[in-house]
């Protein structure tokens, strides 16, 4: 069974900075897709950012690109979201989730199977 564990989430102020961690276990291939996705209140979820294994593609929401870094250790299966000059409109949930190199004929940001439970960001001004 594949698991996905986000930590790394807290209180910060605009400007500053956070770096998000997710676990995966269980996931049985060696290739894999991993990303963040975030929900703030009232909205829908997002895509934020995604890699490839060994970062051969990585795939950025506009609204996090040159701010946001997404980096995959493979032989752990750790992912990371490096997240600088943050403001307000960046308090969400952030999720990890990942899925396997299948092909995917749908949306991009649709593909992920699998969740992980969420870790709260929050930007103050």
């Known amino acids: 069974e594949v698991q996905l564990v986000e930590s790394g989430g807290g209180s910060v102020q605009a400007g500053g900075s956070l770096r998000l961690s997710c676990q995966m276990s269980?996931?049985?291939?060696?290739?894999?897709?991993m990303a963040w996705f975030r929900q703030a209140p009232g909205k829908e979820r997002e895509g934020v950012a995604a890699?490839?294994?060994?970062?051969?593609?990585?795939t950025y929401a506009d609204s996090v690109k040159g701010r946001f870094t997404i980096s995959l250790d493979d032989p752990t299966n750790m992912l990371y979201l490096q997240m600088n000059s943050l403001t307000p409109e960046d308090t969400a949930v952030y999720y990890c989730?990942?899925?396997?190199?299948?092909?995917?004929?749908?949306?991009?940001?649709?593909?992920?199977?699998?969740w992980g439970q969420g870790t709260q960001v929050t930007v103050s001004s």
């Open positions: 989730a990942s899925d396997y190199p299948r092909l995917w004929p749908g949306a991009f940001w649709d593909r992920f199977r699998f």
């Open positions: 269980g996931y049985p291939y060696d290739e894999v897709w």
């Open positions: 890699v490839y294994s060994g970062g051969q593609s990585t």
